[in-house]
Nanobody
Framework: QVHLVESGGGLVQPGGSLRLSCAATRSESDFSINTMGWYRQAPGKQRELVAT???????NYADSVKGRFTISRDNVKNPMYLQMNSLEPEDTAVYYC?????????????WGQGTQVTVSS
């Protein structure tokens, strides 16, 4: 099992910043965490990709957050971060951490419980 826990959400005014963190813990050492990502789901909408990052540090962003959000990770200690700047009301959503994990040749997808981000004046 891989357990993901998000933190750092909250209420912020438009134009403000927040930094989300995702802490990953593994129940067994043979779980290999590969690509990690952030997704979000606004009320009444489907969950959507925000950003992903590979083990090699290659990043991918949704067009709506390019230039405002930065994803990063620490491959040794396994936390992942999402620095969110110039936040807009449209960024309001529950943000979820995701990890693609390999164990004994099989791939698994794990999700955190989510953290609420609200952008409002």
């Amino acid at each position: 099992q891989v357990h993901l826990v998000e933190s750092g959400g909250g209420l912020v005014q438009p134009g403000g910043s927040l930094r989300l963190s995702c802490a990953a813990t593994r129940s067994e050492s043979d779980f290999s965490i590969n690509t990690m990502g952030w997704y979000r789901q606004a009320p009444g909408k489907q969950r959507e990709l925000v950003a992903t990052i590979t083990v090699a540090g290659i990043t991918n962003y949704a067009d709506s957050v390019k230039g405002r959000f930065t994803i990063s990770r620490d491959n040794v200690k396994n936390p992942m971060y999402l620095q969110m700047n110039s936040l807009e009301p449209e960024d309001t959503a529950v943000y979820y951490c995701n990890a693609a994990v390999v164990r004994r040749g099989l791939w698994y997808s794990y999700w955190g419980q989510g953290t609420q981000v609200t952008v409002s004046s």
